[in-house]
């Protein structure tokens, strides 16, 4: 497969939470990280969309 490009996906509230299919069914990108001030969110995020802890992140800059 061709290089995917990373994507750090930043906020799941409202259209935000959507982007996460989107990312996870797309052949262009790979979703690198999320970010999101609310760990519950985050949490939430990982038991719908099978994230792992090491792709969730409260800040921008422990996901980079």
Same mark, same amino acid.
Do not use: H
């Given at each position: 497969?061709?290089?995917?490009?990373?994507?750090?996906?930043? $906020?799941?509230? $409202?259209? $935000?939470?959507?982007?996460?299919?989107?990312?996870?069914?797309? &052949?262009?990108?790979?979703?690198?990280?999320?970010?999101?001030? =609310?760990?519950?969110?985050?949490?939430?995020?990982?038991?719908?969309?099978?994230?792992?802890? =090491?792709? &969730?992140? &409260? $800040?921008?800059?422990?996901?980079?």
């Amino acid at each position: 497969m061709a290089n995917l490009l990373r994507l750090v996906q930043i $906020g799941i509230g $409202g259209w $935000g939470w959507s982007w996460i299919n989107v990312a996870q069914q797309s &052949t262009a990108w790979k979703l690198q990280a999320v970010v999101d001030v =609310s760990e519950a969110a985050l949490a939430n995020a990982r038991s719908v969309y099978g994230l792992q802890p =090491s792709q &969730t992140f &409260t $800040g921008l800059e422990a996901a980079c």
